[in-house]
């Protein structure tokens, strides 16, 4: 509200520091980098609050008015449609809900599987059969959600630091430049070689980068 950018920056720090994590914390984090021009770091900030609250209209929104204002524009590789719904369910619910539905079905599923199988007439099989078949099916789908929520949270990805980034042909220092890339870029890492990352780009485009060019997600 002071408009002390700098000094926001400083305090919001040293919580991050303390190994604290929260939406608020990150995205005011972002907020100031924002302010002060900094585009590649609120973006990388943005992208933190992202992984812990995946459909935050704020955040992205803020992502979207940060990246408009980047160098490059890269076309982006829509994910295989069945994956893309997979995904939207599971950030219906926090991570937490779905570990903890885990073992609330599973356990459930043990308990009337074993009703079933000590069970002596033909109705009561019938229905601790149908109830444990719905207990897997949801313990399945939970499992799955947490899966797909785990991965997204953990994906290897980073955000260009430098103002001009070269991508190299090869994991060496003297290997030819493949192309330039800038701050504020998103790229996956998918492979490293002693201090060099392979990178993979929105757009497909891949190659090979030195890690003091940019910082994780």
């Known amino acids: 509200?002071?408009?002390?950018?700098?000094k926001a920056i400083e305090k919001y720090s040293q919580i991050e520091q303390s190994n604290l994590q929260s939406v608020a914390l990150y995205r005011n984090l972002g907020n100031a980098y924002f302010r002060q021009g900094q585009y590649a770091k609120s973006i990388l900030y943005y992208e933190r609050a992202l992984r812990l609250s995946p459909k935050n209209k704020d955040?992205?929104?803020?992502?979207?008015?940060?990246?408009?204002?980047?160098?490059?524009?890269?076309?982006?590789?829509?994910?295989?449609f069945l994956y893309r719904w997979a995904q939207n369910f599971a950030f219906l619910l926090p991570y937490t809900l779905w570990t903890i539905g885990i073992l609330i079905f599973w356990g459930l599923f043990l308990w009337f599987t074993s009703q079933y199988l000590v069970s002596k007439t033909y109705s009561k099989k019938k229905l601790y059969f149908k109830i444990a078949?719905?207990?897997?099916?949801?313990?399945?789908?939970?499992f799955g959600s947490a899966w797909i929520y785990h991965s997204f949270q953990e994906k290897p990805q980073a955000i260009i630091m430098r103002?001009?980034?070269?991508?190299?042909?090869?994991?060496?220092?003297?290997?030819?430049?493949?192309?330039?890339?800038?701050e504020g870029c998103k790229i996956d890492l998918e492979d490293q070689i002693n201090s060099?990352?392979?990178?993979?780009?929105?757009?497909?485009?891949?190659?090979?980068?030195?890690?003091?060019?940019?910082?994780?997600?």
Do not use: M
């Open 133 to 142: 078949t719905f207990c897997l099916f949801f313990g399945l789908l939970s």
């Open 163 to 182: 103002v001009n980034a070269s991508v190299k042909t090869a994991p060496e220092a003297d290997s030819k430049t493949k192309f330039i890339i800038h």
């Open 196 to 217: 060099y990352y392979k990178i993979r780009l929105s757009d497909g485009n891949t190659g090979w980068l030195a890690e003091d060019n940019f910082e994780k997600i």
């Open 1 to 6: 509200n002071q408009k002390n950018y700098t």
């Open 59 to 80: 955040i992205l929104h803020n992502l979207d008015v940060t990246r408009a204002r980047l160098v490059d524009q890269f076309e982006i590789l829509p994910d295989f």
